[in-house]
């Protein structure tokens, strides 16, 4: 393991801006590391030659002192994210070999200050998983796995790894349902999944269009802060994208918490959680309150229907959105000798997904056919105004709310109960897809680790395009939790 | 209008139809995406990623044309929705790059609305519009350049296009062309759509069904789509209608189905059964938030309105005195209207029309051309007709003078000055050429004293012939009634 990779991302600025290290120097230490723990499987595709030239254009801008805010960041890009002339495979056999013509606002704004890429990151397929097992390039292993492989969560459980291993100083995610929080929990990493519309959805492999949003998945709150900076803002290009303005989050790092209120959802506390969950929550609560903050009891009293609602909903949108990977004008094509056309969609589908996805796109057409559409779809609409105003009249009495993130630590890969009964891997989901049904910006960070020595993360949902708070509270919690990485 | 009545040994039947048009929208680009709208470019050429349904392309609704529609709604006397929704409508095909249609569905930008239509009996009918909603086109698909293989062409794909659905108000095929044709007309007056049939710029679906007379329930429907003139429309309502009352009488029922029309053989035939019919799964489109117009928004737009055809023909008749099958005709077309109006100024508007409809209209379709491009100037065809009122010229000659200005674009004065082609109006130059043709036809002067008075218009002939076509005819007539009726 190389020292300088250890740095988080403002410390490796400073390193940067002080000459200490350079940029094509840290570049070649990250790309040591990603060779040396390919084992890992996080990388889909690297693009260590294209990093170097980015690092070296970046030493040359601290040379004559024109870097900019992230010059010479060597950040991992979710495989989600389509980036031009490098390939973007969404992890799945369908885009195995689709290379963009253009590229993401997201990371184009990331390049526009200076990142550097190293390459794309593992994910579940289509971002439809929640331990990373759906790839269709090999499932990711957690780097805190001890005896037996872990998964890292999911969807983004390769950006996790990746940077829970030192693979990359930071990395980019995508959250449909918890898919930075989760693997940002299970690896000991911190991420946060914005207010719907505060970062571009162009250019990012659409999962459910209605509840996916990009953020990052870092190594402290601060990384987070400095990295969402560069993420969001208004893009014309994305019509769901929102016309706010962007504060500098870092800003809110060194606030006190005083006097803000703390809400505790009594619903995510159900009969039987795990203990070790229940008591880092407690302590967690402690922490803020030492500070002066207010702790409170709230209700989310939808919160039941959470789950099913996002079962819903999220298939329903995902059923059409992956309708376009036909085979007829990019990615895998089924042998297509004397097919119908018919024919060449059924054979290329069939061929092209995976079983998650599949599940997934049938769960979603027939929520939406006719006949059920009022049943399902319509009823799981209403069901999500009911969610979202339980948190509008939570927000009444309270700054911000405190959850854990999941409700286990990291769990075997090829778990049997998972496998079988994908309901079983579906509830992982329960305090995260709320959040994504509500729009609303919310932050998972690791507060310590359970008896068997894994991570554990609590969550902090804000108000609509209030992350400030979040960073606020999340910047203490970090400080008293003293979460040690690997 | 006189009833449509198809009259068979058993019985009598109405026909019952409404139409589904699709117009393509005039703008410069797609309805979601920044791409060209040009017609007849080069295969993809005018595609963005968003046209091609790259992956994470999104779409973005262009202003114009949701100007365009609600000029449209408004030139259809109809409800602009302040609120509407964009779905998706979900179908696989090779010619849909992201197999969804980006369309409206349970919230449509115009609602209810009214067209009224001419028929050839003098009378007018209101036709009721259900709704107009905006959407985007779908790509070419070209099965005819391979054997094996077809091709997409998508610089159609994510055109903006209008579907103006009607109420089935249509009892006769003639309503449904007098419609499409009225249709037409107000697109081109507010230049929302070319309505170019043939283009494909604007198409139209039928729904038929048919009853017996008398009877008001409405029975099962066929449609027939994508059908290409208005011609054809009429034939396939007829032809429908027929079909289906010989399955009635013969015991049968109409099944609902999608039928296609061939104009070759002026048939329907059988393209899908209902038991294959999509089931589209609209559901609302996530990517676009819901269209919010506000009452500024659409009180600009109403300003922006110009005069339309049903208007101005009503002034036309009112203010012009031209009968209404004239100021129809003028009417169809704005260019022609704007035309006849320049060249009627301070003139007779009646004779205007006259002149147009006849001779000028004849002489374009002649020289193919349309009135944008005619050699006589508005201006000067009213000059030609001022002429004529004030005698300066016979009609006869102003036929002659018509033919010099079609060739040379000259000023009707000029030619009548240089051709030398002044009616005569002098009496007693009149006089003269009268006394000579008397003297030198003693024979024809004995013959008409003696009861053979239809010999009058002879007599003019000569006369008018003499002056070289100059003479008054109506001084010619009184002066030589006079002369043979007292000499």
Redesign the interface.
């Known amino acids: 393991m190389n020292d300088i990779t250890k740095l988080t991302l403002s410390e490796s600025l400073e390193a940067l801006r002080t000459k200490k290290i350079s940029a094509v120097e840290l570049t070649q230490a990250y790309a040591e590391n990603m060779e040396n723990c390919r084992n890992y499987n996080t990388y889909i595709t690297e693009s260590v030659e294209k990093a170097l030239i980015q690092a070296k254009e970046a030493d040359k801008r601290y040379a004559n002192a024109t870097n900019r805010k992230l010059e010479g960041m060597p950040l991992g890009i979710k495989d989600l994210f389509c980036t031009k002339d490098i390939r973007t495979t969404a992890a799945s056999r369908m885009l195995y070999n689709f290379v963009p013509p253009y590229e993401s606002t997201v990371t184009q704004n990331l390049l526009d200050d200076g990142a550097v890429f190293l390459g794309k990151l593992n994910l579940d397929e289509f971002a439809m998983g929640g331990s990373n097992e759906t790839s269709y390039f090999g499932p990711v292993i957690n780097p805190w796995s001890k005896d037996k492989p872990l998964v890292p969560g999911g969807s983004s459980g390769g950006s996790a790894a990746a940077v829970a291993a030192h693979l990359c100083v930071a990395a980019t995610g995508t959250d449909t349902g918890g898919s930075i929080r989760e693997p940002a929990a299970f690896c000991g990493c911190t991420g946060i999944k914005p207010t719907y519309g505060r970062c571009s959805r162009y250019g990012i492999v659409a999962f459910a269009s209605s509840l996916d949003q990009a953020g990052p998945i870092a190594q402290d709150v601060r990384d987070c802060a400095i990295l969402l900076n560069t993420m969001a803002g208004f893009d014309e290009k994305d019509s769901t994208s929102a016309k706010v303005e962007v504060p500098d989050f870092t800003s809110f790092l060194d606030k006190d918490i005083k006097g803000l209120t703390i809400g505790l959802p009594k619903e995510y506390r159900p009969e039987g959680l795990n203990q070790e969950v229940c008591s880092y929550w407690d302590v967690a609560s402690e922490y803020l309150k030492s500070r002066g903050a207010n702790v409170k009891e709230i209700s989310l009293p939808h919160t039941k229907y959470a789950l099913a609602t996002y079962y819903v909903l999220a298939p329903a949108e995902a059923s059409s959105n992956l309708a376009r990977y036909d085979g007829i004008r990019y990615g895998y094509r089924a042998s297509d000798e004397n097919m119908s056309l018919d024919e060449l969609y059924t054979a290329t589908r069939t061929e092209g997904f995976g079983n998650e996805v599949k599940r997934r796109i049938m769960i979603g057409t027939y929520v939406l056919s006719a006949g059920y559409y009022d049943a399902y779809y319509l009823k799981a609409q209403k069901m999500r105004r009911l969610i979202y105003n339980d948190f509008m009249e939570a927000f009444k009495a309270c700054d911000v709310i405190l959850t854990p993130t999941s409700p286990i630590t990291a769990f075997p890969l090829g778990d049997e109960s998972m496998l079988q009964n994908p309901i079983n891997m579906y509830l992982n989901d329960i305090f995260t897809v709320s959040v994504n049904l509500a729009g609303l910006p919310a932050m998972s960070l690791p507060v310590g680790l359970s008896k068997n020595g894994l991570p554990l993360g609590m969550q902090l949902i804000g108000k609509p395009f209030d992350e400030a708070t979040i960073f606020k509270v999340a910047a203490k919690l970090e400080q008293d939790a003293g979460f040690k990485r690997i | 209008m006189a009833e449509y009545i198809i009259e068979t040994n058993k019985g009598k039947w109405e026909v019952v139809v409404g139409l589904e048009i699709h117009c393509q929208i005039i703008s410069k680009s797609k309805i979601f995406s920044g791409a060209s709208t040009e017609f007849g470019d080069d295969p993809n050429v005018n595609v963005s ?1 968003v046209d ?10 262009n202003e114009e044309c949701v100007h365009q529609a609600v000029k449209t709604g408004l030139g259809l006397n109809a409800k602009i929705n302040k609120y509407s929704e964009f779905s ?1 409508k ?1 179908y ?3 010619d849909m ?4 249609q980006i369309t409206q569905f349970r919230f449509p930008i115009v609602g209810e609305g009214k067209i009224s239509i001419d028929l050839s009996d003098g009378s007018s009918k209101y036709i009721g519009i259900e709704r107009m909603h905006i959407e985007q086109d779908a790509a070419k698909s070209i099965h005819d350049l391979s054997p094996s293989k ?1 091709y ?1 062409d998508l610089n159609r794909a994510g055109v903006g296009l209008m579907e103006i659905v009607t109420k089935p108000d249509f009892r006769a095929p003639e309503e449904a062309g007098a419609f499409l044709r009225k249709l037409r007309s107000i697109l081109r007056y507010i230049g929302t759509c070319d309505g170019n049939m043939d283009e494909g710029s604007m198409r139209c679906d039928i729904n038929v069904s048919v009853r017996p007379f008398g009877s008001a329930e409405l029975r099962t429907r066929c449609e027939m789509k994508n059908v290409n003139s208005v011609k054809f429309v009429m034939q396939a309502i007829e032809y429908e209608a027929k079909r289906q009352i010989d399955v009635y009488e013969k015991g049968g029922q109409v099944i609902q189905e999608t039928r296609q029309f061939d104009p070759s053989t002026g048939q329907t035939k059988v393209m899908r059964k209902k038991e294959f019919a999509h ?1 589209y ?3 609302p489109e ?4 819901p269209l919010i117009l506000s009452d500024d928004y659409i009180a600009k737009i109403k300003q922006e309105m110009i005069e339309l055809p049903d208007a101005k023909k009503q002034r036309f008749v009112s203010s012009l005195g031209l009968t209404p099958y004239d100021a129809m005709v003028i009417c169809e077309n704005k260019e022609v209207a704007d035309y006849f109006e320049k060249a009627a100024a301070g003139h007779d508007a009646k004779k205007v029309a006259n002149w147009m409809m006849g001779d000028f209209f004849a002489m374009l379709n002649k020289k193919h051309l349309d009135i944008n491009n005619s050699p006589i100037s508005p201006d000067n065809l009213g000059r030609l007709v001022e002429l004529i009122s004030k005698e300066v010229i016979s009609g006869k000659i102003a036929k002659d003078v018509f033919e010099i200005m079609s060739e040379t674009g000259k000023d009707p004065e000029k030619i009548v000055e240089e051709k030398g082609l002044k009616q005569v109006t002098d009496i007693s130059a009149i006089e003269k050429i009268i006394d000579d043709v008397i003297a030198s036809n003693a024979e024809n002067v004995a013959a008409y004293k003696n009861g053979k008075t239809n010999l009058l218009g002879w007599f003019v002939g000569q006369i008018i012939k003499a002056s070289q076509g100059k003479a008054n005819p109506s001084i010619v007539n009184k002066l030589l009634k006079e002369k043979l009726d007292g000499a």
């Open positions: 990623f091609a349904g790259m992956p994470g392309m999104l779409p973005t609704l998706r979900n696989f095909y090779a790059p992201t197999d969804y077809s997409v089931d799964r609209y559901f996530p990517d676009l938030p």
